[in-house]
């Protein structure tokens, strides 16, 4: 089973500050998925990142894929109350199953 | 209008009961899917369908059976009822050519009392 582990597991912050989180494996995947999961909502598409060294920009965030493809991460920059959520990556594995990250949890606060 | 589509939202009810959740998709995508999340927001696909047969078929005890009656609709019927199958259960579609770009439902929240 491959395992994306995500870090840190929950991170409270100010509206203003600026954050990152983290998506590791040992193993190589052809592209990652990043989610993000509002409060009583299901996860919604953010990005697919697809080439080693990929950065792609959503307004505030910026998304990076690592060299090896091992790994990703989500940088936030002057966080806001609605970026309040769950953020999960997510490996799209053979037969259409994904696997997640174990999820990061990001709370703004004004 | 919501592109996925579940029923009921909440389920309270008690150990050994059986039952139904629903989900509709109106996205015309021919792959749909369950997924369960657990106390820990850990999520973990259950079932996918692809124009009505079935591709996944996770580790789900048997009391957990899929109905597809067309590429439209996915249901979940549960048999008896344990504590542990408390939870929130997550239906999704997407196109078979694009698995990872999934739609998900807002989410059924399951509590077995």
């Known amino acids: 089973t491959q395992l994306l582990e995500q870090s840190p597991q929950f991170l409270s912050i100010q509206e203003g500050e600026n954050l990152t989180v983290y998506c590791n494996s040992s193993?190589?995947?052809?592209?990652l998925q990043w989610y993000r999961q509002e409060p009583g909502e299901g996860p919604v598409l953010l990005v697919t990142?697809?080439?080693?060294?990929e950065v792609k920009k959503l307004k505030r965030l910026t998304f990076q894929f690592g060299d090896a493809r091992k790994d990703s991460s989500l940088h936030i920059t002057a966080a806001q109350p609605g970026d309040t959520g769950l953020y999960l990556c997510?490996?799209?594995?053979?037969?259409?199953?994904?696997?997640f990250g174990t999820g990061t949890r990001l709370q703004v606060t004004l | 209008d919501t592109a996925v589509s579940q029923t009921p939202k909440y389920l309270v009810t008690q150990m050994g009961n059986d039952k139904s959740i629903k989900c509709e998709q109106n996205?015309?995508?021919?792959?749909m899917y369950w997924y369960k999340q657990d106390s820990k927001k850990f999520l973990k696909i259950m079932f996918s369908?692809?124009?009505?047969?079935?591709?996944i078929n996770e580790t789900v005890p048997n009391r957990f059976s899929p109905k597809s009656p067309d590429k439209a609709h996915l249901n979940l019927h549960i048999n008896s009822l344990e504590l542990g199958d408390s939870a929130v259960y997550f239906c999704?579609?997407?196109?078979?050519?694009?698995?990872?770009?999934?739609?998900f439902g807002a989410g059924t929240r399951l509590s077995v009392l």
């Open positions: 999704a579609s997407s196109y078979w050519a694009l698995k990872d770009i999934q739609y």
């Open positions: 193993s190589v995947f052809s592209s």
């Open positions: 990142v697809v080439t080693g060294g």
């Open positions: 997510i490996y799209t594995g053979t037969a259409s199953k994904l696997t």
């Open positions: 996205l015309g995508h021919d792959t």
């Open positions: 369908y692809n124009n009505k047969e079935l591709i």
